[in-house]
């Protein structure tokens, strides 16, 4: 984990205090803010650097995928493609608590980190008035997941997250208490309307909106079964990882200061390496399919996560 100790403002919930907040987020920081389900911890959804700082902050183990907060219905044709029955439950229920997951738009601006290399994206336009008014402002969409430690319980306060997370962001936009208190309902399309995670908006409404049943499938089954990671995530080249150097045939995926074809991170840090680590898998999967040699990883922070990906990536598969 990052061992700097961030002065973390707390903001109100003016005019002032959304300007300040939407300025951080535009120059790369972590700022938390209100939405009617939860806190969230939010950061430019572009910047892959600030995306990499969230798991750093939340000290996640893995890269979830993470949800893209925009202003409108209109904001999100710039990000993803929204059509046919997903675009029926965004008219029926946006702004409010639904998640939609969407194809990504081909060559969008999106960091990969926030899909965690996923050809799909999760994305809300949130209900409450001080979200609303930050989104507008701030320009760019702004992932977040729940503003709290790893493995520990959803923040529904300003107070809450400042308890987890002080010292370890830039701000917290402090809007009061969130009305909802438990996360957003999350479906996805297989293509047919999917439940991912129960939530604030209940089911029954979605239900009497699409006029069919939706498909149950828990959030963990669709999301870190294993086997679902490798299919999806693994690059078509072979990989061998903890190597000193690249042998012959194989490319070299570097970390530190070492010969390579494409480098995580020259100078060994591991919030930049984590940045890069989607993006440079793509680089890499679309220039060739030979053997890719990783450097070694070290195995705290945010290596955890880069090293659980890469052993996903590295896997036998079929
Ligand atoms: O209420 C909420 O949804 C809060 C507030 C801040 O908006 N946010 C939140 O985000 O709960 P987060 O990052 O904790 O939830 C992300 C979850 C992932 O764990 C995963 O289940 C699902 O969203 N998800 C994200 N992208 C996905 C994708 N491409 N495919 C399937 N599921 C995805
Ligand atoms: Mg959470």
Not at 35 to 64: M, Q, S
Not at 98 to 110: E, H, Q, S
Not at 231 to 250: I, K
């Amino acid at each position: 984990m990052a061992q700097r100790e961030l002065k973390t403002e707390h903001l109100k919930a003016d005019a002032a205090g959304v300007a300040r907040a939407a300025e951080l987020l535009r120059a790369g920081a972590l700022v938390s803010f209100p939405t009617e389900t939860v806190y969230g911890l939010g950061a430019d959804a572009t910047n892959d650097t600030a995306v990499a700082r969230i798991f750093d902050a939340k000290g996640r183990p893995h890269f979830n995928p993470l949800i893209v907060h925009v202003p409108s219905i209109v904001a999100v044709s710039d990000y993803a493609v929204l059509e046919g029955k997903a675009r029926d439950l965004a008219m029926a229920f946006w702004p409010g608590p639904l998640t939609l997951v969407i194809p990504l738009k081909p060559n969008g601006p999106l960091s990969a980190l926030v899909s965690a290399g996923l050809p799909t994206v999760a994305i809300r336009v949130p209900e409450h008035p001080l979200a609303h008014e930050l989104l507008t402002a701030v320009g760019v969409p702004v992932a977040a997941p729940s503003a709290n430690p790893s493995g520990r319980i959803s923040p529904s306060t300003a107070q809450h997250v400042l308890d987890g997370l002080s010292g370890r962001i830039e701000a917290v936009l402090d809007g009061g208490p969130c009305g909802v208190g438990v996360e957003s309902t999350i479906v996805g399309f297989d293509p047919a309307p999917t439940l991912l995670r129960p939530g604030g908006l209940p089911v029954e409404a979605l239900e009497a909106a699409t006029g069919q049943a939706l498909v149950v499938r828990g959030e963990d089954a669709s999301i870190t079964a294993p086997g679902q990671l490798t299919s999806h995530y693994a690059p078509n080249a072979r990989m061998r990882l903890n190597a000193s150097e690249a042998l012959t045939n194989e490319r070299m995926l570097g970390f530190g200061d070492v010969e390579a074809d494409l480098n995580l991170s020259p100078s060994g840090d591991l919030v930049e390496a984590a940045a890069n680590l989607f993006g440079y898998l793509h680089k890499m999967d679309a220039e060739g399919d030979a053997p890719i040699a990783v450097s070694p990883i070290p195995d705290h922070g945010l290596g955890r996560a880069i090293n659980d990906r890469l052993r996903r990536a590295a896997a036998p598969r079929n």
